[in-house]
């Protein structure tokens, strides 16, 4: 079995510098009531247009964030390829408003993808569908509330523009994955993504859907999948994720008085995310996966699941993916032991990049273990190199 958790592979690609800032960081976010403050700083800033990247940009952002533009994500992406861990890189902006900053969205989206095509470090491209169009209007497609006549346009036009986005990763000759967000546009984005995969992923999978597996239905709909890619011929891409938005999904069921669309507990999301896994794996001719998780049980399930399977560690159609910034103890480990890896390396402006650098911290400062086991390796290989010199 495999050890996820050698500092030396871990950390080979950092300087004792940046190990040394991500060990102050750490130790920040650990408090739940700093983070806290973060968060409600960076929305009092965000409103009130202050300027907050002077305090942002040397320490959140530069751990977790690849740079402002994508040329600027190169270094950290040609450092990361020399130990085999890939990159995604994943335009960052959130709750877009007006239609001019909604199409310089989906230019800068086109230009990702165009981008994914160019460099064998870059194995997918990635966007988020709310910063193609409004949450009003998904929200209403995924309720079947009828749209204005002003709104069915600007659908159609979202529609279009993700249209694109496929078209375009065919030409780049690399997929393209559309990430989940809120249970209430879910199924707006599910009917568009099973429409994209009917046509782009005939011969392979173009199109990747998102399953947040902390939702308990989605086990049934992976079922609801593997029929469709039955009854229609086509390949399915599915990344697996947990899913991020737990708190507020949790707190909006019970706002609305509907049931939570979450499972109660988190053995329950452990249980339905490896069992996705391992369905996955057991149709590995239909499904391609691309697994999104720190979470080292679930690592070592897919290892296992592909070895019973008697798939090479190098099987071209599954991927295990981390965010850049945390748990190169899973990355960098398994990318040594021959997996397809690849970091998620979001790039931005400081101001639209904020909102995933709080939940970022917020996520680190939650999962308390976590934290201190980043914490914990980082002083290791402190200490281990301090003892070489
Ligand atoms: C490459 C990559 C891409 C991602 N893309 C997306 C995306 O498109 N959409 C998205 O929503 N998220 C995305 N995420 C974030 C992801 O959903 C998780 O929030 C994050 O990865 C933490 O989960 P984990 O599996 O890494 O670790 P773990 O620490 O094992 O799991 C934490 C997660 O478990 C779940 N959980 C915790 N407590 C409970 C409980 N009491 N009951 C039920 N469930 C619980 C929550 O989902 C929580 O985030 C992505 C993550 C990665 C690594």
Redesign the pocket.
């Known amino acids: 079995m495999i050890d996820l958790n050698n500092i030396e592979i871990a950390f080979k690609i950092k300087t004792d510098k940046e190990l040394k800032s991500a060990y102050f960081l750490f130790s920040i976010i650990k408090s739940p009531f700093t983070v806290r403050s973060l968060g409600f700083l960076s929305s009092l800033a965000l409103k009130m247009r202050l300027p907050v990247a002077w305090a942002v940009k040397p320490t959140l952002y530069r751990h977790f964030v690849g740079g402002e533009a994508i040329e600027e994500c190169f270094p950290a992406m040609n450092r990361m390829f020399v130990e085999n861990v890939k990159s ?1 890189l994943d335009f960052s902006i959130e709750a877009v408003k007006e239609e001019s900053e909604i199409d310089s969205t989906f230019q800068e989206l086109k230009h990702s993808v165009i981008n994914s095509g160019k460099h064998a470090a870059i194995p997918f491209s990635v966007f988020k569908p709310t910063a193609l169009t409004t949450h009003d209007i998904l929200k209403k497609v995924s309720f079947n509330t009828p749209l204005t006549s002003e709104e069915q346009v600007s659908y159609n036009n979202f529609v279009q523009r993700i249209d694109t986005l496929c078209t375009e990763a065919v030409k780049a000759g690399k997929p393209i994955m559309i ?3 809120d249970y209430w546009f879910q199924k707006a984005i599910d009917n568009i993504t099973e429409d994209m995969m009917l046509k782009y992923n005939k011969k392979t999978a173009v199109v990747y859907t ?1 399953l ?1 597996m ?1 939702r308990h239905d989605r086990l049934d709909y992976l079922q609801y999948l593997i029929e469709f890619s039955k009854r229609h011929n086509i390949i399915i891409g599915i ?1 697996y ?6 708190e507020k999904e949790r707190a909006r069921a019970l706002e609305g008085g509907y049931p939570s669309p ?5 053995r ?3 249980n339905a ?1 490896n069992e996705a896994l391992r369905i996955s794996v057991e149709n590995c001719d239909r499904i391609h996966v691309f697994c ?4 080292d049980e ?1 690592i070592l399930a897919l290892m296992k699941y592909m070895k019973n399977k008697g798939l090479p560690n190098d099987f071209p159609t599954i991927y295990m ?3 850049y910034g ?1 748990s190169d103890n899973l990355s960098f480990n398994v990318a040594k032991a021959g997996y397809n890896v ?1 970091k ?1 390396l979001p790039y931005g402006e400081v101001r639209n990049v904020l909102p995933y650098l709080v939940r970022r911290a917020e ?1 680190n400062s939650a ?1 308390a273990n ?1 934290t201190a086991r980043e914490l914990m390796m980082l002083e290791q290989e402190l200490k281990r190199r301090k003892s070489l010199k």
């Open positions: 995604v990430d989940a967000e998102t947040q902390y990344k994720v947990r899913g991020a938005y737990m979450i499972y109660l507990t988190k329950d999301t452990d995310f999104g998780t720190h979470n679930s993916a981390q965010l945390m690849a998620y996520e999962i976590q």
